[in-house]
Each structure stands twice: as structure tokens, then as C-alpha cells.
């Protein structure tokens, strides 16, 4: 399919080319739910269906684009409410309220409280440099629209003077007085006829003066109406809002987040005529989608959020976070995880509850969880520390009995799915995931996880005397503690890795140790994590990690300061936590240079030797200077 669709791009054919994407897709689905493709390589394959989809892309909007986007023609302008030459009407206030609202197609969550606050920045810098006085500025935002209002803004600003300070009278004039070419192109610079040297020493001109021998200009700018600095710098500023990702949708070629459906520029009760996007600001704006979808008109900035709330708009994100964190039931999880992501799903949130089989409660509670809030944006509800067959679900519309049935029927798809992946798990055997771990790649130059089990076995025992009793726990741990990699499980939810071992580990009555250190051994992941709780966890976490610095810099993929992809740094760092943690008194240097003994010989082995140990003397020494050991005493 990959080849079929390169072949038809080639040929200047990007809609047949697209169908073959479609293909790709649905066999790399199809391979992926049969478990023909390993945790690892689902990456690399979801890559290349991205690439495939993104030429197909380019190369069909070249062709739009040749053909002059022939269906642009049809689409609905908004006719303007004005026209743009119109001059503003002047405000016989000294001060009124002003709002800006950017009415969109729905954004993406993620990007909603960004966008607020950099737009809240360009303002505040805008009124900044103008000299413009308000009492304060208000931003808010759902995922339909982002607004601004700046209270009590005055209607002209600030008188602003500047002083430029110039060359010096040395370099202005010859010693006979005459006017050099870098005077002439001072004065020119600043609007003003060469003046003599006597004029400037007598002040004759309050605008230029000599101090310390350089000559210094005052220029003094007029107060300025806001309304007209507002009409000429708010498209502006909308250009300069960026996102990961934008749109172009008509001919005004405006890349945005979402396209622009609608515009406020309102200044009082007087409408400041802006253009962006082909769009014409008027004062209307719309109600709930759901609830009260229909014009509403803005007479004063003043009824703005009132009126929106009585159409079902809640403006402000704190008051929509207050209304959803009031309504959960006690016992409510997931809350921190989700709650910044849902408030910018709804504009008038309403709390619902879905119920589902009791017999899903035999699956792992985190398995049940992670179905719920990654999948469906559902907050599970436990009782008595224990997960229960109800959850939350937040719903931008009225909590009518049909909406929440569906939605648990939703709910109750995705839990037979992750029972199903689960059972199949369990009658495979975390013994035979782990011996299909030759077939997992771990990278591409350090060969497979089998591999890379290998030598964690050669760390352990390089380091028996070190472990002790635990060797026998350890062994057993690193034998088993990347089978689950080959579940159906981790490959759903690849955040479940080592939880999922540790649960298959004790279908194999593994000691306790083994099953914890298997369940641990990625810890910490974040520098805020703890480490693990058992000695063996702390020893295989460690062996890991360190078999991960070592084996990067035998292939050159070194941590560098501008990147750290392999987050190798966090890595050294947890390794002298784990150290210190476990007791061992170790020359790091020497341990290293004898571990990599055990290690393929590469073009990079030998320049690289010293990386690994110089990598963690440089975390051990920022450890330290963060506990308070004073530089000197660190070098």
C-alpha cells in the first residue's frame, strides 16, 4: 500500500493516493489488535502512515492550487455591517470598557488556555507602548471563543516622550565649526535643520541640549484616540497568535487555530470596525450550541457576560472548573489528570453518571481506569478505596437519560475490549511474552529486548557481591521484567509496563520480591518520583538504567545540551539516587569500564568509554550542590 501510494502521488494522482493511506491504516489496525506488531515497532509504523497521509496532503493541495481552488468561489462571505473606512465614533467618556471576542469552530482543547493567555500578553503590551491607561485586564475563554476585556480603558492615551541620545558634538561638527555628513544625517534622522554649535549651547531649542559632550533629542508624541490604535492593531495581534498546529480555509490565506466565524471589537456601546480573516467585527456574538444556538446582540460591554450566561455560556474557566468540581461525588479519581482538559470541552457543564457490569470490577482497577479517563474522559468513583461500576461523565449538554445511556454503552465497549486483551494475556503467559522478546525490537543498533535482558543478566552478576541474597530475586526479576511488552494490555496502554509483568508474575507464583521489583523497575521515571520500595526493585531499576547509558553511548546516541531523547540525564540522576539508596560504596569509572567488556564492539565503543561515568559525576555533583554543599566543595 506504502508503494502504491508514492507511485500515484508520483503520477499527480493524490485522491486515488489517499484510498491506499486509508489501506495502510486499516492493515497496520488490523496487525496491531491481532498483536503482530510490538510495542516498540507501533511507533515507527504510525510514523509512516503520518507520512504517507501528509504527502498525500501536500500534493493534493498543490493540485487545488493549480486549479485556483475553484470551489472557494462558493463559499458564503459574511457581509460587512460596515464599511471598513468607517472612522470610528469617538466616545464622549473618558473612559469605557473594552472587549475583544474571536468567535471560532471548536479548538482544541489543549490549545484554548495558551491562546487566552498570550493574547492577554499582546494587549497588555499593546496598551504598554501606547501609553494607554485601563483599570484592569479580563481574559477569558472556552473552546468556541476567546475574549478580552479591559476595564475602565481611558480614550486617548498618554502624551509619550522619548529621548535619543545622539553622536557626539565632536563627531558633529569640524573643529571650524562646520556641519559633518554624520551630522547632517543625525538631523536629518530626527526631522530637523542643522542648528550651529551656539544654538545647541544656548538651549535655544528645549527638543535638543548637549550633556557630556553628545548631543540628546526629546520628541513628544501627541496623545492619540485608543479606539483608532485598537482598529489598526487587533488584526495584528491575531496574526501573532500561534499554535502547534493551524488552519488556511479561505481566500484571505490567514492560517489560525480554527477558522474565524466571528468578531467583537466593541468599545462601550460603539463598534470599532476590524477585518481579520475576511470576517467583519459586529456586535453579535452566539449562544450554547446545545442549549440556545442563536444571535445574541451585545448593546455594552457591560451586558456581554451577563448575556452570554443567560444563554448558557459560562466565560470564565474557573467558574466552569468550581461548577464541575462541585458536582463530583465524593471518592471522584482522575480529577487532576483531566479536570484543565474539561473545562475546555464545555461552555455550560453539566456532571452525569454511567453505570456498568460488576463483573468488569475483576479487572485490574488501574486497567478500568486508564479505559475510562484516556479513552472516554470519564472520572472513575471508588468507595472505600475500592473501584466501583459507576463514573463520571462531563457532558456539554443536558444530562438527558438517552445521552448518559449511550455514553455508558461506550463505556461498556472499551471495558470488554481491555477484559478480552486481558484473558488473552493471561492464557499466553508472561513466560511465553517474555521468550517472544527476540522479536521486540529495543534499537535498531542494540538489537532486540532479548538482547538487552542478556546484559542486564552480565550487569548482575558483575555486581553478586553487591547484591548479596537478593541475587536469586534479581535473576529472576530481569528474566521477566520486560515480558510484558508483548502484552495486549501494555500495548493498549503502554503506561501499564511493569504493572501488567508484575500482575502475570504472580499467575507464575514468583517470590513477592520478584513480583514487586518487576512492577517497580521503571521507577523513578520523573525526578519527583519515589524510588522503589524493595530492595530488589531498587537493583533492577538500577541494572536497567545503567545498561541504558552504557549501551546509547556504544552506538553514539549521546545526550547532548539542546537534547536528551533517551531522557539519559534523569537516568544518571536516578542512578546515584539508587546508589546512595542501596549503600554501595562504587568507583563508577571502573565498574563502567569493566561493564562495557560485556558490550558488542562498535566504531563508538572505545571514543565514548568515559561518557556514561562523566554523565553521572555531572548529576551526582548537581545533587549535591542542591542538598547545600557549597561549589568548592563539590569540584
Not at 506504502?2 to 484510498?19: H, T
Not at 492593531?233 to 489560525?256: Q, V, Y
Not at 453518571?353 to 474522559?377: A, C, G, Y
Not at 517497580?520 to 524510588?531: A, F, G, I, K, R
Request: proline share 6%.
Amino acid at each position: 500500500y506504502s508503494k502504491e501510494v508514492v507511485r500515484l502521488i508520483e503520477k499527480n494522482l493524490p485522491i486515488p493516493a489517499y484510498d491506499f493511506v486509508n489501506k495502510a491504516s486499516h492493515a497496520f489496525n488490523m496487525l496491531d489488535a491481532r498483536g503482530f506488531i510490538s510495542v516498540t515497532e507501533r511507533q515507527s509504523y504510525i510514523l509512516k502512515v503520518r507520512e504517507l497521509a501528509a504527502m498525500t496532503a501536500k500534493e493534493y493541495l498543490e493540485l487545488r492550487k493549480k486549479m485556483g481552488f475553484p470551489l472557494l468561489k462558493y463559499q458564503k462571505q459574511t457581509p460587512p455591517s460596515h464599511r471598513f473606512s468607517d472612522v470610528v465614533h469617538h466616545s464622549t467618556a473618558t473612559h469605557e470598557d473594552f472587549l475583544l471576542e474571536v468567535f471560532t469552530e471548536d479548538l482544541p482543547a489543549h490549545y484554548v488556555p495558551s491562546l487566552s493567555k498570550e493574547l492577554e500578553k499582546l494587549m497588555g503590551e499593546f496598551f504598554t507602548s501606547v501609553k494607554a491607561t485601563y483599570a484592569g485586564l479580563e481574559s477569558y475563554s472556552t473552546h468556541r471563543r476567546l475574549a478580552l476585556i479591559a476595564r475602565e480603558l481611558k480614550t486617548t492615551t498618554e502624551e509619550i516622550e522619548t529621548v535619543k541620545k545622539g553622536p557626539s558634538i565632536v563627531a558633529l561638527f569640524t573643529p571650524s565649526n562646520t556641519p559633518t555628513p554624520v551630522a547632517q544625517a543625525f538631523f536629518a534622522s530626527i526631522g530637523k535643520n542643522i542648528p550651529s554649535i551656539e544654538t545647541l549651547q544656548s538651549g535655544e531649542d528645549p527638543s535638543l541640549w548637549i550633556d557630556s559632550g553628545y548631543v540628546f533629542h526629546k520628541k513628544t508624541l501627541p496623545a492619540q484616540d485608543i479606539a483608532s490604535l485598537l482598529q489598526q492593531e487587533i488584526p495584528k495581534i491575531l496574526l501573532k497568535l500561534k499554535t502547534p498546529k493551524s488552519m488556511r480555509w479561505n481566500s484571505s490565506n490567514i492560517a489560525f487555530a480554527r477558522p474565524v466565524r466571528g468578531l467583537i471589537c466593541l468599545y462601550g456601546d460603539k463598534n470599532i470596525p476590524i477585518e481579520f480573516a475576511e470576517v467583519h467585527s459586529q456586535k453579535i456574538t452566539w449562544g450554547h450550541r446545545q442549549r440556545m444556538h442563536k444571535p445574541i446582540a451585545i448593546g455594552h460591554v457591560k451586558e456581554y457576560l451577563q448575556k452570554l450566561e443567560d444563554h448558557y455560556v459560562i466565560l470564565d474557566p474557573s467558574k466552569r472548573k468550581e461548577r464541575i468540581l462541585g458536582a463530583l461525588p465524593q471518592g471522584t479519581t482522575g480529577i487532576e489528570r483531566l479536570i484543565e482538559e474539561l473545562i475546555y470541552l464545555s461552555e455550560y457543564p453539566e456532571v452525569g453518571f454511567v453505570k456498568f457490569d460488576p463483573n468488569f470490577l475483576t479487572l485490574p482497577p488501574q486497567l478500568i481506569e486508564l479505559e475510562m479517563i484516556v479513552h472516554q474522559r470519564y472520572l472513575p468513583i471508588y468507595k472505600h478505596n475500592k473501584i466501583t461500576n459507576e463514573a463520571c461523565v462531563i457532558l456539554d449538554a443536558p444530562t438527558k437519560e438517552h445521552i448518559l445511556e449511550n455514553n455508558g454503552r461506550v463505556l461498556r465497549a472499551r471495558l470488554s475490549d481491555g477484559a478480552f486483551f486481558f484473558e488473552e494475556d493471561k492464557k499466553l503467559g508472561l513466560k511465553k511474552m517474555t521468550e517472544k522478546l527476540d522479536k521486540v525490537v529495543f534499537q535498531k543498533e542494540l538489537g532486540t529486548y532479548k538482547n538487552k535482558i542478556d546484559r542486564m543478566l552480565k550487569i548482575a552478576e558483575s555486581f553478586r557481591a553487591h547484591i548479596g541474597k537478593e541475587f536469586s530475586n534479581v535473576i529472576e526479576a530481569i528474566g521477566y521484567c520486560k515480558g510484558d511488552l508483548n502484552s495486549n494490555v501494555v500495548g493498549e496502554f503502554p503506561e501499564l509496563q511493569g504493572l501488567m509483568g508484575s500482575l502475570y508474575s504472580k499467575l507464575l507464583m514468583v517470590s513477592p520480591a520478584t513480583s514487586s521489583a518487576i512492577c517497580e523497575h521503571y521507577q523513578p521515571q520523573m525526578e519527583s518520583d519515589p524510588l522503589p520500595s524493595c530492595e530488589t526493585g531498587k537493583i533492577v531499576s538500577l541494572i536497567d538504567k545503567l545498561d541504558n547509558i552504557i549501551a546509547f553511548s556504544t552506538v553514539n546516541l549521546l545526550a547532548t545540551s539542546s537534547k536528551d531523547p533517551y531522557a539519559q540525564r534523569r537516568q544518571a540522576l536516578s542512578i546515584v539516587k539508587l546508589l546512595k539508596e542501596l549503600g554501595w560504596d562504587l568507583n563508577i569509572d571502573e565498574a563502567i569500564n569493566h561493564l562495557l567488556l560485556s558490550y558488542k564492539e562498535t566504531p563508538h565503543k572505545e571514543k565514548n568509554r568515559y561518557e556514561p561515568a562523566h554523565l553521572i559525576r555531572s548529576r551526582l555533583k548537581t545533587l549535591l550542590l542542591e542538598t547545600g554543599y557549597a561549589k568548592e566543595e563539590v569540584e
